[in-house]
């Protein structure tokens, strides 16, 4: 198994320009989510998946856009990037949603700066 | 307010030496809790997960402990080596569904 994949590992985007964050995974998990993750912060939140066809919105969403139409694939989009969106983005999955003690998988990362 | 607090922020030790690293938090109601290590440049591995009836869970040379009325974990390292150096990053999940909390984490130092 490759596990959690995410593409591109680093990129470089001027205000305003649109992108999408790429990530996947072959363990046939249920529970798919984006976090980003700034200097002296822990991880936070931005969206989650419990399935195929079906998205929320964690602790920081603005700005961003998801969606799932396979289990393997979670895209995150960034509509209008901003210098605040400058971070590391991981994405993450899980077998299930319900039990929150099952292990969470995260992706290597894409370090995104806005210039 | 649900928050998670990790102490020291960062920590230098020697090869060979033992360290604890200390997590605090205020979520409730408690579910799970994780430690998960964080190489530079990648993303988090988890180390161990704790539920409220657990009170110690080890991996290796990593043990964490679990104080659910004190609401405080710790994270004990034993012998020391080079590639512990790393972020150690303390989670804890409540509130019902997949609610977490993630801590700003301890950034380990190792050094020959």
């Known amino acids: 198994n490759a596990g959690v994949t995410q593409t591109p590992k680093f990129q470089v985007l001027k205000t305003g320009q649109s992108m999408t964050l790429q990530c996947a995974q072959d363990m046939n998990h249920e529970y798919m989510s984006w976090y980003r993750q700034d200097p002296g912060m822990g991880l936070r939140l931005i969206h989650y998946s419990v399935g195929a066809g079906i998205t929320d919105q964690g602790e920081v969403p603005n700005g961003y856009n998801v969606s799932r139409s396979t289990t393997e694939d979670f895209p995150l989009r960034l509509l209008s990037a901003a210098p605040s969106q400058t971070s590391v983005y991981f994405c993450?999955?899980?077998?299930?949603?319900?039990?929150?003690?099952?292990?969470?998988?995260f992706g290597p990362g894409t370090r995104l700066t806005v210039t | 307010k649900n928050q998670v607090e990790q102490s020291p922020q960062s920590l230098i030790i020697l090869e060979g030496k033992n360290c604890t690293l200390q997590?605090?938090?205020?979520?409730?109601?408690?579910?799970?809790l994780r430690w998960y290590k964080q190489d530079t440049g990648r993303g988090p591995v988890s180390l161990t997960i704790?539920?409220?009836?657990?009170n110690t869970k080890s991996n290796g040379r990593y043990t964490a402990t679990l104080d659910a009325d004190t609401k405080q974990s710790s994270l004990h390292i034993t012998a020391s080596q080079l590639s512990d150096s790393a972020s150690y990053i303390c989670?804890?999940?409540?509130?019902?569904?997949?609610?977490?909390?993630f801590g700003a984490g301890t950034r380990l130092f190792v050094k020959a």
């Open positions: 993450a999955s899980s077998y299930s949603w319900v039990e929150s003690s099952y292990e969470q998988y």
């Open positions: 989670v804890v999940s409540g509130g019902g569904g997949f609610k977490t909390i």
């Open positions: 704790m539920t409220f009836s657990e």
């Open positions: 997590c605090n938090y205020t979520v409730s109601p408690f579910s799970n």
